[in-house]
C-alpha cells in the first residue's frame, strides 16, 4: 500500500518551456502532498507544502510564480516549472501523507534537463 | 526540529547486519525519529519510525534508547540491494503536515 506515483520520469525540453510533473496517490487519499528538488551530490530540499483545494505554502527562496502547484483532488498534485531554464536541471520528487502524523510515501521522481 | 547527527558513509558484509547509528541529542518529547533510505536516481522509500519504543517491520528494526537521544536502525541481513543513502529525521507533526528535513544522512554500502 501507499504508492505513490510520478510521470514523467524524465524530461529534457528548451530553455523557456513550461513543464508539467503529475504526483498522484494510487492508494490513498493525500491529505497533504509536498514538493522537493535535489541537485547532484545533495540532499533533498522541501520547495512547497500543497493541500488539497488551498495555495500551496512555498519555502523561503522558492518562487511561487515559476513553480506553480495545483492540488485539485486528493489523489493529485502538479508542479508546473515555467519558462524553465538550465538553472531549473535538477531531480524532483513529490511526497504524500494519508494524515495526521503518517510517514511520507514519495514518487520514484523526475528528472529534468533544460537545454 | 532536532538535528541530527549520522555518519557519513559504512560498508557492510552482505549477509550481516547493517546497524546506522543516528544522534538526536535535542529532540523534544513529542518528535518522532523517522528513517527512509534513497537508492540512486530513486525518490526515497519509508522504512520504520517511532517515538520512544523499540520498532520492527518487515524491513527493519528501529532501536531508540531509553533517553531518546540516539536510535540505531538494524538491517538483519543485509543485501546487496540495501546499498543507499540512508536519513535519520526527527519531526513532529503540524497542522496535519510533517514535511522532514533531509540532512546529508550515511552512504551504505554492502560488500559481496
Known amino acids: 500500500g501507499a504508492v505513490v506515483s510520478q510521470h514523467p520520469s524524465r524530461v529534457i525540453c528548451k530553455s523557456g518551456t513550461s513543464v508539467k510533473i503529475e504526483c498522484r496517490s494510487l492508494?490513498?487519499?493525500?491529505?497533504?502532498m509536498f514538493w522537493y528538488r535535489q541537485f547532484p551530490k545533495q540532499s533533498l530540499m522541501l520547495m512547497a507544502t500543497s493541500n488539497e483545494g488551498s495555495k500551496a505554502t512555498y519555502e523561503q527562496g522558492v518562487e511561487k510564480d515559476k513553480f506553480l502547484i495545483n492540488h485539485a483532488s486528493l489523489t493529485l498534485s502538479t508542479l508546473t516549472v515555467t519558462s524553465a531554464h538550465p538553472e531549473d536541471s535538477s531531480f524532483y520528487i513529490c511526497s504524500a501523507i494519508s494524515g495526521y502524523n503518517q510517514p511520507q510515501h514519495f514518487g520514484d521522481g523526475t528528472r529534468l534537463s533544460i537545454l | 526540529d532536532a538535528k541530527t547527527t549520522q555518519p557519513p558513509s559504512m560498508d557492510c558484509a552482505e549477509g550481516r547486519a547493517a546497524n546506522l547509528p543516528c544522534n538526536h541529542s535535542?529532540?523534544?518529547?513529542?518528535?518522532?525519529v523517522y528513517w527512509y533510505r534513497q537508492i540512486h536516481s530513486q525518490g526515497p522509500q519509508y522504512i520504520i519510525h517511532g517515538l520512544k519504543n523499540n520498532e520492527t517491520n518487515e524491513m527493519a528494526s528501529l532501536i531508540i534508547t531509553e533517553d531518546r537521544k540516539s536510535s540505531t536502525l538494524i538491517l538483519p541481513h543485509a543485501t546487496l540491494r540495501d546499498t543507499a543513502v540512508y536519513y535519520c529525521?526527527?519531526?513532529?507533526?503540524?497542522?496535519?503536515?510533517?514535511?522532514?528535513?533531509f540532512g546529508t544522512g550515511t552512504r551504505l554500502t554492502v560488500i559481496p
Open positions: 535535542t529532540i523534544s518529547g513529542n518528535e518522532y
Open positions: 492508494d490513498f487519499q493525500a491529505t497533504t
Open positions: 529525521i526527527v519531526r513532529v507533526a503540524q497542522g496535519g503536515a510533517n514535511n522532514l528535513f
